[in-house]
């Protein structure tokens, strides 16, 4: 089973930065990789993804905030979020799916608060 941890998250004022990492303990070589978030009691939703080929998609919400990258050589998945606002605040999930694999990581907080 392939492992997948979060990192980077946390509270930020709005207006601010983050940059969050997610580290997999296998390949993620030709694996299809995203971003989600959820905030209590409301349906888990997509940010980013990227395949792996290299094409990403976003969310409407992120009207060009947000940059997911992967870094193959290193099984790492990113994603770094600009101009946060107070609606960005959420649990943000690290996602992959390959043939035979799917598998998400616990999570990380983001706050966006003032």
């Known amino acids: 089973q392939v492992q997948l941890v979060e990192s980077g998250g946390g509270l930020v004022q709005p207006g601010g930065s983050l940059r969050l990492s997610c580290v997999v303990s296998?390949?993620?070589?030709?694996?299809?990789v995203a971003w989600y978030r959820q905030v209590l009691d409301k349906q888990r939703e997509l940010v980013a993804s990227v395949t792996s080929a290299g094409f990403t998609w976003y969310g409407d919400f992120v009207k060009g905030r947000f940059a997911i990258s992967r870094d193959n050589a290193k099984n790492m998945v990113y994603l770094q979020m600009s101009s946060l606002e107070p609606e960005d605040t959420a649990v943000y999930y690290c996602y992959l799916a390959a043939t035979g694999i799917v598998s998400w990581g616990q999570g990380t907080q983001v706050t966006v608060s003032s």
């Open positions: 296998g390949s993620i070589v030709g694996a299809y």
